[in-house]
């Protein structure tokens, strides 16, 4: 099993090393955030050990980056304890498992054994369809380089849309999970919204993502349109 550890404090990662070396793994090290994203990208590993704060990157935009690159390696954060971070902003972006430091190492090995054991199944913190992208998360779309703003609604009822990509869905169960009960005093509000949705996400770029399927509902196509 291949391990890559990205830390920049250099004793450290030299200590995690030698101890994950003598546990039987192949271990390489980068000692900055965007050395190690480039490691990450070519080294073809089992498991990453990766520092929260680092230079040049931090360890959040790394495996932000990795996993909008469907690269779905395990990862595990490491962080020190100072409250600017937390847990749960570290598996928002993608991250398998989380330990602050100081950490033991006997629960360092264990964790990572656990995450080996799991594999690298898809498991995207970030929707993708073609060059569409949207963070449940960072509450963000975009189209490529292009940054969409939506309403709550608009970002809702695309969501929905995306977790369900390439399948027929009815307007009765867009009503259902995008709208609750109260204030739809409209019968045509899913094809007002669906409206809005395409004049954001597909007529600027010359698209058609948002499909009818006339008499069933709209299907969200797979490569984004
Ligand atoms: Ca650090």
């Given at each position: 099993m291949r391990l890559l550890v990205v830390e920049d404090e250099v004793r450290l990662a030299r200590a995690l090393q030698k101890g994950l070396r003598s546990e039987g793994f192949a271990v390489d090290i980068s000692h900055d955030g965007a050395s190690g994203l480039e490691s990450a990208r070519v080294g073809n590993y089992d498991a990453i050990v990766l520092d929260v704060m680092l230079p040049r990157l931090s360890g959040y935009e790394v495996v932000r980056t990795l996993r909008r690159e469907r690269n779905w390696v395990p990862v595990l954060l490491l962080s020190a304890?100072?409250?600017?971070?937390d847990e749960a902003d570290g598996l928002d972006v993608g991250a398998d498992d989380y330990l602050t430091k100081p950490f033991s190492y006997v629960v360092l090995v264990a964790r990572l054994r656990a995450l080996l054991r799991r594999g690298a199944p898809e498991r995207p913190a970030v929707l993708v369809a073609g060059d569409l992208v949207l963070d449940p998360a960072a509450k963000q779309v975009a189209r490529g380089d292009a940054t969409i703003s939506l309403t709550a609604r608009e970002f809702s009822l695309l969501e929905y849309l995306m977790r369900r990509a390439g399948e027929v869905v009815s307007r009765l169960d867009l009503l259902e999970h995008v709208w609750?009960?109260?204030?739809?005093?409209?019968?045509?509000v899913v094809e007002v919204y669906v409206g809005y949705l395409r004049r954001k996400i597909d007529t600027p770029f010359g698209r058609a993502a948002v499909t009818t399927v006339r008499g069933v509902g709209y299907r969200l196509e797979t490569d984004g349109g």
């Open positions: 304890k100072d409250g600017e971070y609750d009960s109260y204030g739809v005093s409209e019968a045509n």
